[in-house]
């Protein structure tokens, strides 16, 4: 049955073991994005990676006197996480193609062949240019896979479900990021070659995703898009668990008919009536990186080594922030359909900034260049990097990716969310190239420049960010964004809009 709530339509729909099955196989491109993230901060910090590959680096450790914040200071070993992203920022354009003209499915199934590759690449590594090329290639497979199955998630789970469904993907990354630090923490006793283990081991969530993207369906609305309607109806019926899905198939093909009007999907992104969907797609996603998070989930060890932990100390500390990272994107599954996003990003706001201005204050306060902080200071950081993390983890993480994916029309859907993956690549890529130099030189100061950012982005969730719960997605321009005190502005009536109402009479 179709029933109405408020002004949107309810469709009618139930939670069945195969649309489950297909989330979680789905999400595993987040588990390897996550596993990316994890372990080169542990590999960069295990001697038998540096020896190999950056001794002028190992050399500088093995100093007593070195600055506590300059030791790992190195542009190449900077280049080595860094340019995964790098390559994710420059594929995530292709990659949107691919996701318009072949589908989800075989977009996702091409970023578990990038992660295969990549994977045997890093770990068979003998010179620095196999190691860059590997990672290249796992970036290859962070820009095809980031770009599909946000989208995939948003395009299958019904209205009422999208939030959770789609926070899957960010509960993902969480566990890659756990399960890598667990892994460098044993690999890290195994010398000279734990750094080989540690990169190799992420075949196995290369190969979990491969395997999925051969059982996972096609979307309906990718179906439908490239002509195929018969089987959208019925992959739309499987998924759904019910018969009577006429409803809901109607609205996907009105959304398909205007999306074949657009021939130029990125022109079309320029038009005015675009720009509310666009910005906040990008803004939202150069925002997860200033919030400081992935300087420090890459850099936790060699942070926690600054602070006066041992290599193994270190370790263990990652992992206890990783523990905290998944249990709280669990806070947001529960809570994202039901208080909303605005208000998870404006509570995260304000924790996130208490705890970089205290992380600043202690070890400016503490922390020279050559001592290490006391040992109950050391974990106070600890403990003030989980409340970082965990507000982090049922925020911005998850609805940085999540609101991008649902709210632009379908005839800019691919090309829109292109933008917002290859925008946050480009900052993680800033961000992974400078943090450990702007260590060295701003020192306790990269945490005020941090939260001056966080700062930044409260004001902008308050006054341009719209609440898009219980909202589906092809209704975001009337419900939403028409009704934006400030993005209305941006919304006439045009040829679009005439378009949909005719399609919708006849």
Request: glycine letters at 8%; aromatic letters at 12%; proline letters at 4%.
């Amino acid at each position: 049955m179709t029933t109405t709530e408020g002004n949107s339509v309810k469709f009618e729909s139930r939670i069945t073991f195969y649309v489950v099955l297909c989330w979680i196989l789905a999400a595993f491109g987040g588990l390897m994005f996550g596993y990316d993230i994890g372990i080169s901060g542990g590999v960069t910090g295990m001697d038998g990676f540096l020896i190999k590959f950056f001794p002028n680096v190992y050399r500088r450790k093995l100093k007593a006197k070195e600055d506590n914040y300059c030791k790992y200071d190195d542009q190449y070993l900077q280049l080595f996480t860094s340019s995964l992203y790098l390559a994710a920022l420059i594929s995530s354009f292709p990659a949107s193609k691919v996701c318009t003209k072949y589908g989800r499915k075989p977009t996702i199934l091409s970023a578990s062949v990038f992660f295969l590759l990549g994977s045997g690449l890093s770990a068979g590594a003998h010179q620095i240019w196999m190691l860059i090329l590997g990672r290249i290639s796992l970036g290859f497979g962070v820009g095809f896979g980031n770009e599909a199955v946000p989208l995939f998630l948003s395009e299958i789970a019904p209205v009422e479900y999208r939030g959770a469904v789609n926070i899957l993907f960010q509960l993902l990354i969480t566990i890659g990021i756990l399960i890598a630090n667990l892994v460098n923490y044993g690999t890290s006793k195994v010398h000279p070659w734990g750094w080989r283990l540690s990169l190799g081991l992420a075949a196995i969530p290369a190969t979990g995703l491969f395997i999925g993207s051969l059982i996972i369906p096609e979307t309906p609305t990718s179906l439908v898009e490239r002509n195929h309607e018969e089987k959208g109806r019925k992959t739309l019926k499987k998924i759904r668990g019910v018969e009577n899905v006429d409803p809901e198939f109607e609205q996907i093909k009105v959304a398909c008919e205007i999306a074949r009007r657009v021939k130029y999907p990125y022109r079309n992104l320029m038009k005015i009536s675009s720009m509310p969907p666009l910005i906040i797609g990008i803004v939202l996603q150069v925002f997860q990186q200033f919030t400081g998070i992935n300087a420090i989930m890459f850099y936790a060890p060699i942070l926690f080594q600054t602070v006066g932990f041992k290599n193994d100390a270190s370790l263990l500390s990652a992992i206890i922030t990783g523990l905290v990272n998944v249990f709280c994107t669990l806070v947001s599954i529960y809570a994202v359909d039901k208080v909303g996003r605005r208000l998870l990003l404006l509570q995260a706001c304000v924790q996130m900034f208490v705890s970089q201005t205290a992380i600043g204050g202690i070890l400016l306060a503490n922390l020279k260049s050559t001592n290490s902080l006391p040992k109950g200071q050391a974990w106070v950081v600890v403990v003030l990097v989980c409340v970082y993390v965990s507000s982090f983890a049922w925020s911005w993480g998850p609805l940085g990716w999540l609101i991008p994916s649902e709210t632009f029309p379908l005839e800019t859907r691919t090309a829109g969310f292109a933008f917002a993956v290859s925008s946050n690549m480009l900052f993680t890529f800033v961000i992974a190239q400078s943090f450990l130099s702007m260590m060295c030189h701003m020192r306790a100061g990269i945490f005020f420049f941090f939260a001056g950012w966080i700062v930044i982005m409260g004001i902008f969730v308050l006054f341009l960010l719209p609440e898009t719960k219980g909202v589906a997605i092809d209704e975001m321009k009337e419900r939403v964004w028409k009704k934006h005190p400030i993005w209305k502005k941006f919304m006439g009536d045009d040829a679009d809009d005439r378009a949909k109402k005719t399609i919708e009479m006849s």
